[in-house]
Each structure stands twice: as structure tokens, then as C-alpha cells.
């Protein structure tokens, strides 16, 4: 088993930044996709980003393409989403998903989440 905790969420002005952490625990021995989802309210979990193994290969969502950076420490069980130029649409709880097999934007891939991270962007 692996856990997930998140943390870094909380209430930015529009134009801001927040930077979420994901702490993976467990059995984190292996190449995991680490990926990141958010979920407004009353709308579906939407899928924002994920990272290689390696960190070297990062996926956006077209929404978020340009204003947010995924990266990853392995030596500190670590996935990193950096947030710039946020906008009050952005506005959701976030969560950090693993999964040992193939990278995914959908999140039935993903085994393994955490408990989420609330992120407000007021106008």
C-alpha cells in the first residue's frame, strides 16, 4: 500500500501562486506515475498534470498549460504542483494520485489518492 498526503491548499487573489506537496509513504519502492486531479464542487474530478518516473516527462491538462509546473523529488518521496497566474476557476479540492502501471489522464488508472487539498481563488 502507499500513502498520499497533500498539503500547501489554501485561500490566493486571482494572479497569485500556491505550491501543493504530495508525500508518498508505504511501499513506494518502484516506478510510480504520480499525477494530479481536482474536483470542483457539484463537476467531476478533472485531471490536471502528471510526471514520469524520471521526472523528466511532464503532462498538462489544457487548462493549466503554462501557469502550472509538475516536478518530483523520488529521493524524498515527493510530487510537487507549482501554481502560478491562478484564476478563481482553478478553484477545487486537489488531489495527488499514483499508479505503478501506464500514465493516465483518466483517473481510474490511478490506485492509490490522498485525502485532498482545498485551493480558493477569489476574484
Known amino acids: 500500500q502507499v500513502q498520499l498526503v497533500e498539503s500547501g491548499g489554501g485561500l490566493v487573489q486571482a494572479g497569485g501562486s500556491l505550491r501543493l506537496s504530495c508525500a508518498a509513504s508505504g511501499r513506494t519502492a518502484g516506478n510510480y506515475i504520480m499525477a494530479w486531479f481536482r474536483q470542483a464542487p457539484g463537476k467531476e474530478r478533472e485531471y490536471v498534470s502528471r510526471?514520469?518516473?524520471?521526472?523528466?516527462?511532464?503532462y498538462y491538462a489544457d487548462s493549466v498549460k503554462g501557469r502550472f509546473t509538475i516536478s518530483r523529488d523520488n529521493a524524498k518521496n515527493t510530487v510537487y504542483l507549482q501554481m502560478d497566474s491562478l484564476k478563481p476557476e482553478d478553484t477545487a479540492v486537489y488531489y495527488c494520485a499514483a499508479t505503478r502501471g501506464a500514465g493516465s489522464p483518466y483517473y481510474s488508472a490511478y490506485d492509490y489518492w490522498g485525502q485532498g487539498t482545498q485551493v480558493t481563488v477569489s476574484s
Open positions: 510526471i514520469s518516473w524520471s521526472g523528466v516527462i511532464p
